[in-house]
């Protein structure tokens, strides 16, 4: 582990073989540095000596080459970025590319906010716990000045009001108490007496948080990842990754493989810029599995017949006042109906949400200037005031949405180096809760590039091997 650590100390990383490997050793051909291009263009080609002039005008001082591209400056590239500077200290050169740096679209920007410790898989239980003592310490890790998460402590209840979903409440139950979270079982006597404000009558069993759970400003969360970045060099590029250069590297008479370490980055101006790098890691939240498709995920054969598993499912979040409802002690709410609802401050406001069925969630909507209030009047109203009696009077006051970084596959995380480009890791398709486990997730990533394995949180599970072979790895808590 530590030599491993010294090797990054030492210098950058070394590339890929060819000509377009990061050059710190002196026998492999330098990558041309910008001037180098500019220089060979002939005098008499006036119109590319203008355009290469624009291009360095509009290029600034991005760096042509780098250790550790990150594709996508949300919540998990940032975290990822945050957790290699860390370890590493210096002499690493990270870029974060970012297509928005407004993080108008970001599922970041637009999430609940929501973190809790109730996951059926131990990975994910592990990796929000991760999370929650990330966000209880956040000053220490991202220092005094940065800007405070308003973190709302407050447990997550599950309603279970089915045989089979009481048994695999049970069940989810004993793994999480396993992996050392606090959650209780509630029977409906005990919700009786402890929730009077909850209609209990069809419910079976509620297992409900008592540490570790609650919401926080995730805005302010990367923000504060971000600015601890830029104080130590990290570069926020801003751009988007449209291509990648390959080169056919002849493994025998009859087999050859694709290779990549240069990306191709659209800058705002619309000048294409080619980047060097060693390691690329893709993070790009629901457009994962755009980014995976440029790197030819899905569209060749065997290990590269298979698509990253990720596309935008857009689900709305809705904001109403409740006057009559009650504020202290109202968990953060799953109904069994999967409708969830959240107190917002203390003054009877409160938001909510509900992700469509399975077979009308088909992705073809991802409009997210438009959402569908339909859908809260007509579906996930009646839920709730059948629920919470007290929720019969209440008034929608705006809404917003977002998209899910959705796996298809499995609802579950993407973790880990892509089988076919090994210097290509996966961070994505979190389907719902990539938030709270931006801390862990982002840890693991620079533990499995950096240290060659992970160390903490043992994530195996969640690489791309088990899409190749068919092998879901089911999240059941998906909300
Ligand atoms: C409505 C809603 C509610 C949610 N609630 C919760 C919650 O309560 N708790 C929780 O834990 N999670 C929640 N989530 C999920 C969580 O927000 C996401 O899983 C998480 O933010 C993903 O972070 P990310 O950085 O991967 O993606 P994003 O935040 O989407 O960031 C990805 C970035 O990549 C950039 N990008 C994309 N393609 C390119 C490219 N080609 N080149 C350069 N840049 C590119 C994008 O511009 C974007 O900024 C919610 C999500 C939504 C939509």
Redesign the pocket.
């Known amino acids: 582990m530590i030599a491993s650590v010294r090797a990054f100390r030492r210098g950058p990383l070394l590339g890929l073989g060819g000509k377009r490997t990061l050059a710190n050793d002196r026998k492999i051909p330098k990558v041309p540095r910008y001037a180098d291009q500019v220089k060979s263009l002939k005098c008499s080609d006036y119109e590319s000596l203008k355009v290469a002039s624009e291009v360095r005008k509009a290029r600034g001082d991005i760096p042509l080459e780098t250790d550790v591209l990150i594709?996508?400056?949300?919540?998990?590239?940032?975290?990822i970025a945050y957790w290699m500077m860390k370890l590493v200290e210096k002499g690493l050169n990270i870029v974060i590319?970012?297509?928005?740096p407004t993080?108008h679209?970001?599922?970041?920007?637009?999430?609940?906010?929501?973190?809790?410790q109730q996951f059926s898989l131990p990975e994910n239980i592990q990796l929000?716990m991760f999370?929650a003592q990330f966000l209880s310490d956040y000053k220490h890790y991202l220092g005094d000045d940065a800007p405070d998460i308003h973190f709302n402590p407050e447990g997550y209840m599950f309603l279970a009001n089915t045989d089979s979903g009481a048994q695999q409440m049970e069940e989810n139950f004993k793994v999480q108490k396993q992996m050392g979270a606090r959650v209780r079982l509630y029977s409906k006597e005990m919700l009786n007496q402890q929730f009077p404000f909850l209609n209990v009558e069809d419910v079976k069993l509620a297992s409900y948080g008592l540490q570790n759970e609650g919401?926080f400003d995730?805005w302010s969360l990367?923000q504060g990842l971000k600015e601890w970045n830029l104080r130590h060099q990290i570069s926020y590029v801003h751009?988007?990754?449209?291509d990648f250069r390959f080169v056919e590297e002849i493994l025998g008479e009859y087999s050859t493989r694709r290779r990549t370490n240069e990306a191709i980055?659209r800058l705002p101006n619309g000048f294409l810029l080619d980047m060097t790098f060693s390691e690329a890691v893709v993070?790009?939240?629901?457009?994962?599995g755009?980014?995976g498709r440029?790197l030819g995920c899905g569209e060749g054969e065997e290990i590269l017949s298979v698509p990253a598993p990720v596309e935008p499912r857009?689900?709305?979040?809705y904001s109403f006042h409740a006057p009559d409802a009650p504020i202290v002690g109202f968990p953060f709410l799953i109904d069994p109906s999967n409708t969830y609802v959240r107190r917002e401050g203390l003054g009877g406001h409160f938001i909510c949400?509900k992700s469509p069925n399975k077979e009308d969630d088909n992705g073809e909507d991802i409009d997210l200037e438009s959402v569908d209030e339909s859908w809260f009047y007509e579906v996930i109203w009646p839920a709730l005031a059948k629920r919470v009696p007290a929720f019969e009077n209440i008034k929608l006051k705006h809404s917003?949405?977002?998209?899910?970084?959705y796996n298809y596959f499995d609802e579950n995380a993407i973790i880990g180096k892509h089988p076919y480009f090994k210097n290509i890791s996966f961070?994505?398709g979190?389907?719902?809760?990539?938030?709270?486990?931006?801390p862990g997730a982002g840890r693991a990533v620079c533990e499995l590039i950096l240290e060659g394995g992970y160390q903490t949180i043992d994530l195996t599970r969640f690489g791309f091997e088990r899409i190749l072979m068919g092998e879901p790895l089911k999240e059941r808590h998906i909300?």
């Open positions: 594709i996508g400056g949300g919540v998990i590239g940032s975290s590319l970012e297509k928005d993080y679209r970001c599922a970041t920007t637009r999430s609940a906010g929501g973190i809790r929000s999370g919401w995730a990367l751009g988007e990754l449209v980055i993070c790009a939240g629901a457009d994962s755009h980014v440029i857009k689900r709305g979040v949400g917003w949405c977002g998209c899910y970084d961070c994505t979190f389907s719902g809760h990539g938030l709270q486990m931006a909300v």
